[in-house]
């Protein structure tokens, strides 16, 4: 970390750091900047690599050798142990998090502005920058949730306007149909968060607030009739892309929905958390709360909040991807690694991480844009997002194959634990991507909406500055910040791999070198992965959803 930071603050500084070789430099004939960012290349790449050597040797002796574990908590005499943080008893907070009618109000206000989105959408302007369905669904929410996600938790479905109307409906409706058992699989999810990347590139979603109103008036209404039809949160659960990414990349949140105390879990006879009784309805994914690991399926509703009887469900914290360790059966999922379809819905998100990026890059756009002339655009741009998504997903499905042969594997399980050690690189990459378009688009959010009041209301919000839309700044911490998360992430998914390689040593004795042959496959997939997501960033950007 200490050469990466020191050669990333030199690589990307906008001058010469040492005053002195300012003058002395051109005497030698170079260019002073040049030189620094030579010599931060130097620092980075060869330095970086002679650190690996040593690093790799240490961390395979210390991760290997059977050390007596010792407790380093100290004796706490005559006091209580203390409860667990837990965001439903923070004032206010709590009580809007444990209250249906108060979660309900959340999602009304978000589908008045998802109203404001469609109406400016279909009646405004057709250029994206200067339309409130242009800037705030794709630059904004997206952005939001994404820093969300990782600061606090899924805020993205809790808020979700999608369930607003199925919620107060079902007041009067009662649904009567279970979701067919043939379709409770993630195929359909893994298929239609693929669709969503491809039609997204190949139809230039971002760039037609049209497009983007019919997109969320589809979405609304087959929610609203999917989930007044079936029982529970068949929509949200089986079919919805945006959940799926939501829940997904919940791995990364600091909190999850789970219970306080086990111990009155165990003498709990109603399990009104799953059932539902006389305080609200239960889990609408079928989720047992003692039994639940991680947010997988958990659409962060607080059903089970607001239904347990003993006060015993909160929102408590987590660290972020430990639950990706865990093999052990969970609710409703069962064992993951007997699940090709979550495998795939994960692979799909990961590879889309990448894949989505990489096609707003200048060079790839451009090469993308060379393909205009050709009739069927659109079809083409769909082949070679498609085309991008298998050149990405190639190397795990060669590596699963020679790891599943090497520990004697079957395959679709060593691909379902490659796919969730992966998980942190696609996470970091969705982070870094998202949260880049939400800090250079930050101020573009107010133009549209003023033009929207004067045109559609005759209100005066004042004059539409829409310099703000235009040429976005890129703050210089921005880069090394991007940097650093997707470096983290890289170690997140090292470590993982490392702990289940080490894991599987059938003879029970660890032998490093063993281990570190093992870890291999999913190491170089991981580094290949990180590499190519620490080059996207490096490129210029095209800045969707601002006026070029
Ligand atoms: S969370 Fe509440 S309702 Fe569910 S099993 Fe535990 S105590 Fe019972
Ligand atoms: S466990 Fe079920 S009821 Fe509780 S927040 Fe998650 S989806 Fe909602």
Same mark, same amino acid.
Not at 167 to 196: D, E, F
């Given at each position: 970390?200490?050469?990466?930071? #020191?050669?990333?603050?030199?690589?990307?500084? *906008?001058?010469?750091?040492?005053?002195?070789?300012?003058?002395?430099? *051109?005497?030698?004939?170079?260019?002073?900047?040049?030189?620094?960012?030579?010599?931060?290349?130097?620092?980075?790449?060869?330095?970086?690599?002679?650190?690996?050597?040593?690093?790799?040797?240490?961390?395979?002796?210390?991760?290997? &050798?059977?050390?007596?574990?010792?407790?380093? %908590?100290?004796?706490?005499?005559?006091?209580?142990?203390?409860?667990?943080?837990?965001?439903?008893?923070?004032?206010?907070?709590?009580?809007?998090?444990?209250?249906?009618?108060?979660?309900?109000?959340? &999602?009304?206000?978000?589908?008045?502005?998802?109203?404001?989105?469609?109406?400016?959408?279909?009646?405004?302007?057709?250029? /994206?920058?200067?339309?409130?369905?242009?800037?705030?669904?794709?630059?904004?929410?997206?952005?939001?949730?994404?820093?969300?996600?990782?600061?606090?938790?899924?805020?993205?479905?809790?808020?979700?306007?999608?369930?607003? *109307?199925?919620?107060?409906?079902?007041?009067?409706?009662?649904?009567?149909?279970?979701?067919?058992?043939?379709?409770? $699989?993630?195929?359909?999810?893994?298929?239609? =968060?693929?669709?969503?990347?491809?039609?997204?590139?190949?139809?230039?979603?971002?760039?037609?607030?049209?497009?983007?109103?019919?997109?969320?008036?589809?979405?609304?209404?087959?929610?609203?009739?999917?989930?007044?039809?079936?029982?529970?949160?068949?929509?949200?659960?089986?079919? +919805? *892309?945006?959940?799926?990414?939501?829940?997904?990349?919940?791995?990364?949140?600091?909190?999850?929905?789970?219970?306080?105390?086990?111990?009155?879990?165990?003498?709990?006879?109603?399990?009104?958390?799953?059932?539902?009784?006389?305080?609200?309805?239960?889990?609408?994914?079928?989720?047992?709360?003692?039994?639940?690991?991680?947010?997988?399926?958990?659409?962060? +509703?607080?059903?089970?909040?607001?239904? +347990?009887?003993?006060?015993?469900?909160?929102?408590?914290?987590?660290?972020?991807?430990?639950?990706?360790? %865990?093999?052990?059966?969970?609710?409703?999922?069962?064992?993951?690694?007997?699940?090709?379809?979550?495998?795939?819905?994960?692979?799909?998100?990961? +590879?889309?991480?990448? =894949?989505? /990026?990489?096609?707003? $890059?200048?060079?790839?756009?451009?090469?993308?844009?060379?393909?205009?002339?050709?009739?069927?655009?659109?079809?083409?741009?769909?082949?070679?997002?498609?085309?991008?998504?298998?050149?990405?997903?190639?190397?795990?499905?060669?590596?699963?194959?020679?790891?599943?042969?090497?520990?004697?594997?079957?395959?679709?399980?060593?691909?379902?634990?490659?796919?969730?050690?992966?998980?942190?690189?696609?996470?970091?990459?969705?982070?870094?991507?998202?949260?880049?378009?939400? #800090?250079?688009?930050?101020?573009?959010?107010?133009?549209?909406?003023? &033009?929207?009041?004067?045109?559609?209301?005759?209100?005066?919000?004042?004059?539409?500055?829409?310099?703000?839309?235009?040429?976005?700044?890129?703050?210089?911490?921005?880069?090394?910040?991007?940097?650093?998360?997707?470096?983290?992430?890289?170690?997140?998914?090292?470590?993982?791999?490392?702990?289940?390689?080490?894991?599987?040593?059938?003879?029970?004795?660890?032998?490093?070198?063993?281990?570190?042959?093992?870890?291999?496959?999913?190491?170089? #997939?991981?580094?290949?992965?990180?590499?190519?997501?620490?080059?996207?960033?490096?490129?210029?950007?095209?800045?969707?959803?601002?006026?070029?």
């Amino acid at each position: 970390m200490a050469n990466t930071l #020191v050669a990333a603050i030199l690589a990307f500084a *906008p001058g010469a750091i040492y005053g002195v070789y300012r003058d002395t430099a *051109p005497a030698m004939g170079v260019d002073a900047l040049v030189d620094q960012q030579r010599a931060a290349a130097i620092m980075w790449l060869p330095g970086s690599l002679l650190y690996l050597v040593p690093a790799v040797v240490i961390i395979v002796h210390a991760l290997s &050798r059977k050390r007596p574990r010792v407790a380093l %908590s100290l004796p706490v005499v005559g006091q209580a142990r203390r409860a667990p943080w837990d965001a439903t008893r923070v004032p206010v907070l709590g009580a809007l998090l444990r209250s249906a009618n108060g979660r309900l109000a959340v &999602r009304f206000v978000m589908l008045g502005l998802a109203a404001l989105v469609v109406l400016d959408g279909l009646l405004g302007p057709r250029d /994206a920058a200067t339309n409130i369905a242009g800037t705030w669904p794709w630059t904004h929410w997206r952005g939001a949730a994404a820093v969300g996600m990782v600061v606090a938790g899924n805020l993205a479905c809790l808020g979700c306007p999608l369930i607003a *109307p199925r919620t107060l409906l079902r007041r009067w409706i009662t649904p009567t149909r279970r979701w067919p058992s043939w379709l409770r $699989t993630k195929w359909i999810a893994a298929v239609a =968060v693929l669709a969503w990347l491809v039609a997204y590139e190949a139809f230039g979603w971002w760039d037609s607030p049209l497009l983007t109103a019919g997109l969320i008036i589809g979405l609304l209404l087959v929610a609203t009739v999917v989930d007044l039809l079936f029982e529970g949160a068949a929509f949200c659960q089986w079919m +919805c *892309p945006i959940g799926q990414w939501n829940m997904v990349m919940s791995v990364a949140s600091p909190t999850q929905v789970t219970i306080r105390d086990p111990q009155v879990c165990e003498r709990c006879t109603t399990q009104d958390c799953l059932r539902g009784g006389p305080q609200g309805p239960g889990c609408g994914t079928s989720l047992f709360l003692p039994r639940k690991v991680g947010a997988l399926d958990c659409t962060a +509703c607080m059903d089970c909040v607001t239904a +347990c009887p003993h006060d015993n469900a909160g929102v408590l914290l987590k660290v972020p991807f430990m639950e990706l360790q %865990s093999e052990a059966s969970r609710s409703v999922i069962g064992r993951w690694i007997e699940r090709p379809d979550l495998a795939a819905l994960l692979l799909v998100l990961e +590879c889309g991480a990448l =894949v989505n /990026a990489a096609l707003m $890059t200048e060079p790839l756009v451009a090469w993308v844009g060379s393909w205009q002339p050709l009739p069927w655009r659109a079809a083409t741009v769909a082949l070679i997002t498609l085309l991008a998504m298998v050149a990405v997903a190639v190397p795990v499905l060669v590596a699963a194959r020679v790891g599943a042969w090497m520990r004697r594997e079957a395959f679709v399980h060593r691909l379902a634990r490659m796919a969730f050690d992966l998980l942190p690189i696609g996470t970091g990459m969705w982070l870094v991507h998202f949260g880049f378009h939400l #800090v250079t688009g930050l101020s573009s959010a107010l133009p549209p909406l003023q &033009r929207a009041a004067r045109d559609g209301a005759a209100l005066d919000l004042g004059e539409p500055a829409w310099a703000a839309n235009c040429c976005a700044q890129v703050p210089q911490w921005l880069l090394p910040v991007m940097l650093c998360v997707l470096a983290l992430a890289l170690l997140v998914s090292l470590q993982l791999a490392w702990n289940r390689a080490s894991r599987v040593e059938a003879s029970g004795v660890q032998r490093s070198g063993r281990v570190l042959v093992r870890w291999l496959p999913d190491a170089l #997939v991981a580094l290949g992965w990180w590499a190519l997501a620490a080059w996207i960033v490096l490129q210029p950007m095209q800045m969707r959803g601002l006026l070029s």
